[in-house]
């Protein structure tokens, strides 16, 4: 028998129903994070083959990524990595069936975000 109330009801749940939390925020952009590393390091490698194919293959690369753009991009690629090995600790920690209460997950979340910023700039000092 045909549900004739089908057409009054949600396929799904909305993001308009359910508020984001600070855990399905981070879940998401650890994924975001190991995506754009992907890319980054697809940059590096383009790096090292122009170094190893000639000079003016070389000097085109070392310009794209010593470039203002090139400092933005490794300088965000540098936080995606720590913030992606700092959520990666937060689930090993997780495996372990450690800190899933709601109040210590919320705790993890925001070391997560606040440490991810602080180690990218401890880092860009150090090299700096």
Known sequence: MADVNRGNRPL???LTIYRPQLTSVTSILTRITGNAMIL?????VWWFLAAAT???SFAVAD??????LGDIIMALSL???WYHSLAGIRHLIWDYAIGLDLPTAEAMGWAVVVGSFILTAVTLLAVA
């Open 40 to 44: 980054a390091a697809l940059l590096i």
């Open 12 to 14: 799904s749940p909305h």
């Open 63 to 68: 310009g794209v990524i010593t470039s203002l």
């Open 79 to 81: 936080w995606a990595l």
């Open 54 to 56: 000639s000079a003016g």
